[in-house]
């Protein structure tokens, strides 16, 4: 058992509140919040002062464990949950991707039995669902009794993980029966094949075409697709990785009708542009990803949108792959190349610096986009994405005088590359504890390297 824990005079910070206290963290959560508290025996203290204490912040959109495209990625929880540590994440939920043919309990035994044990920081899961019959439908109910609320669907990855429209109803309608709120990867499959097609028989086979193949508007049909199922079926939803202001505006105006829907968008669309995707000798595929990159108008779109809250979550939607020997695999066929960008570790980060510093958006929508909204829509709130008394002492003692730069060669991902290489950042997670017990301490992972456990979640989205 971690013996007790004092943060002193630190600046607190919440998704609404600041204000200067100690913080004291007994038996896993947090017990008292005040000026001036005494120190239990043997208790650790930490002077906080002139630093920011946030609560732990929530990663909703990982992959860690992932067979895709010919290849698996690079992370296991042991690399990936000590990244997120560093970056200050204390919770992640990754998505359950099972193959079409894939049972869905023994699935979500697999991908449990992958960080039970393994993990550094607290865990969940959202559940894929990528195919609907009597048997899946089963073994879903099940799942949902074990303890995951969410459900995961792709409109994207025909013959993959895409499901058609007829099983899109009934997951929803299950989920609407169940309570689960469904995260959807929107894109619309059959304009994205056949746009594949014809850029791949005119000779544009490079990672620069990558974004033409899924423009805009594949993203924003998949967006107004997934909102009319929603909208009859009386489903919860939750847009993964929006990149663009035509998907944003579509689950807008579906939110207006009474859609009950929320929007994620990912650290990449943030500070990333399309043009990363254009840089030469196959440079380009480090930045390949679904939806793709933007051009570089999409952004202060989507930091408005954070800014005013319509824009829930911020996520990584991690998906860590080597650029030797598996981004490689694309060479001559962009289709080819694994979709994803590390930035597990660099999530919370780069969001202060080009959130916060850059003057973007204020520190408690930082909180709240980075920990408190996916706490409160994934059933987890307020055990997580909060700091109060009865929380978990998921604590991030954060130092915004830190200066320092991202590279490859430091960073704990399992990955032979950085996107943000040479990156300045701004602050970062000084000291971070999981349930009372310090994980980081002066940026480095020190602590208990099986810390985490499995959160189980109460549907709530009725």
């Not at 894939?102 to 969940?124: H, M, V």
């Not at 000779?203 to 009319?228: D, F, I, Q, W």
Request: charge should be negative; aromatic fraction near 10%; charged fraction near 25%.
């Amino acid at each position: 058992m971690a013996s007790a824990l004092l943060i002193r005079n630190g600046q607190v910070i919440t998704a609404s509140d600041r204000y200067v206290a100690d913080v004291l963290c007994e038996e896993q959560i947090i017990t008292r919040i005040g000026k001036g508290l005494d120190a239990p025996p043997n208790a650790t203290v930490i002077d906080a002062t002139g630093k920011y204490v946030f609560p732990g912040f929530i990663d909703p959109h990982v992959h860690i464990y992932l067979p895709f495209m010919g290849t698996y990625a690079k992370d296991t929880y042991e690399s990936a949950s000590r990244a997120a540590l560093v970056g200050g994440t204390t919770t992640l939920i990754e998505m359950i991707c099972p193959d079409r043919n894939d049972q869905p309990l023994a699935a979500f035994e697999l991908w449990r039995s992958k960080a039970e044990g393994r993990s550094a920081c607290d865990f969940t899961f959202h559940m894929g669902v990528t195919r609907y019959d009597e048997q899946a439908e089963r073994q879903l109910r099940q799942i949902v009794n074990s303890g995951i609320a969410s459900f995961k669907i792709f409109l994207a990855y025909k013959g993959a993980f895409g499901i058609d429209d007829t099983e899109l109803y009934h997951t929803l309608r299950l989920a609407k029966e169940l309570g689960v709120i469904v995260t959807a990867h929107c894109e619309n499959e059959t304009l994205v094949f056949q746009r594949q097609r014809e850029l791949l028989a005119a000779g544009k086979t490079g990672p620069e075409y990558h974004e033409p193949s899924r423009p805009t508007l594949v993203e924003a049909e998949g967006v107004h697709h997934l909102m009319s199922f929603a909208e009859l079926t009386g489903a919860h939803v939750y847009v993964v990785h929006t990149s663009c202001r035509e998907a944003v505006c579509n689950a807008r105006a579906a939110m207006e009708r009474g859609v009950r829907a929320w929007i994620e968008t990912v650290i990449p669309y943030l500070v990333l542009d399309s043009s990363f995707a254009e840089k030469p000798d196959f440079e380009g595929a480090k930045y390949v990803m679904s939806p793709p990159i933007r051009e570089k108008r999409h952004q202060e779109y989507l930091w408005n949108a954070l800014r005013t809250r319509l824009i829930s979550t911020v996520a990584t939607d991690h998906a860590p792959f080597d650029f030797r020997g598996q981004k490689e695999m694309g060479r001559g066929d962009f289709t080819k190349i694994p979709n994803g960008i590390p930035s597990i570790e660099n999530r919370v980060t780069l969001l202060y610096t080009h959130g916060v510093t850059g003057g973007r958006i204020d520190l408690n929508t930082f909180v709240d986009c980075a920990s408190t909204q996916a706490a409160k829509i994934f059933g987890l709130f307020p055990r997580k994405g909060t700091v109060q008394v009865g929380s978990d002492a998921d604590l991030v003692v954060w130092d915004p005088q830190y200066r320092g730069t991202i590279s490859a060669s430091t960073h704990l991902m399992n990955t032979d590359y950085s996107a943000f290489e040479g990156w300045p950042i701004s602050g970062r997670a000084e000291l971070v504890s999981v349930r009372g017990c310090i994980q980081v301490r002066d940026g480095k992972f020190i602590g208990d390297p099986a810390r985490g456990v499995m959160l189980k979640r109460e549907p709530t989205h009725f």
